[in-house]
Nanobody, 120 residues
């Protein structure tokens, strides 16, 4: 089992920056990637950014060039640096950590979510 805790959300003006953190604990040695998703009111949850243990990254088109995902493998922590924030970035952001249960099964853990509000 892997536990996930996010932090770093808040209220920011358009054009501002925030950094989110996601810490994985428990059987974190079985994880192979960490990612951020977001869900705005009335919309489906969507992938924002993802990073593998090897450092390969993937971003939603809407955040490319503005958001950067990184990770500290020693701390089992991923970060999402969000710059040039727009009102449409307002959402609850969730950290997602997929992991291996054994050689044949996978599962994923979700954090509780952190609110990001971009407003003047």
């Amino acid at each position: 089992q892997v536990q996930v805790v996010e932090s770093g959300g808040g209220l920011v003006q358009p054009g501002g920056s925030l950094r989110l953190s996601c810490a994985a604990s428990g059987n974190s040695a079985s994880t192979y990637a960490m990612g951020w998703y977001r869900q705005a009111p009335g919309k489906q949850r969507e992938l924002v950014a993802r990073i593998t243990n090897g450092g390969t990254t993937d971003y939603a088109d809407s955040v490319k060039g503005r958001f950067t995902i990184s990770r500290d493998n020693a701390k089992n922590t991923a970060y999402l640096q969000m710059n040039s924030l727009k009102p449409e970035d307002t959402a609850v952001y969730y950290c997602n950590v997929p992991y291996f249960i054994d050689a044949f099964r996978q599962a994923m853990s979700w954090g509780q979510g952190t609110q990001v509000t971009v407003s003047s």
